[in-house]
């Protein structure tokens, strides 16, 4: 495991949570980096991603407007702030990083593949 994911949990809808996640540098300083989801009995989803100089970020429809992706280079981890959580929102999030963040990271399926992954991090949206 590469990738160092933390931060899931319990919250009720309308909550909110980060999830932190903490790469090598060597993956931090040259690859995209960002999130993908998937729930029970779903297909994997891209959430959010960010470029290696942070100068692209994407986000998945359902998350527009309620997810923020933010990197702290001092400490080669990103963040994802998530508001206004919803019980859709319920999964297991994984850390991801492949070269490019683009508009592709956010397609559904094992077909989005990626370089390096961490252990996922599980919120779960409930009253």
């Known amino acids: 495991v590469q990738l160092q994911a933390s931060g899931g949990g319990l919250v009720q809808p309308g909550g909110s949570l980060t999830l932190s996640c903490t790469a090598p540098?060597?993956?931090?300083?040259?690859?995209?980096i960002g999130w993908v989801r998937q729930a029970p009995g779903k297909e994997r989803e891209g959430v959010s991603c960010t470029s290696n100089t942070g100068g692209s970020i994407y986000y998945s429809d359902s998350v527009k407007g309620r997810f923020t992706i933010s990197r702290d280079n001092a400490k080669n981890t990103i963040y994802l702030q998530m508001n206004n959580l919803k019980p859709d929102d319920t999964a297991v999030y994984y850390c991801a990083s492949r070269v490019f963040c683009t508009r592709l990271w956010m397609r559904t399926g094992p077909t989005n593949e990626f370089d390096y992954w961490g252990q996922g991090t599980e919120v779960t949206v409930s009253s």
């Open positions: 540098a060597s993956i931090f300083d040259e690859y995209g």
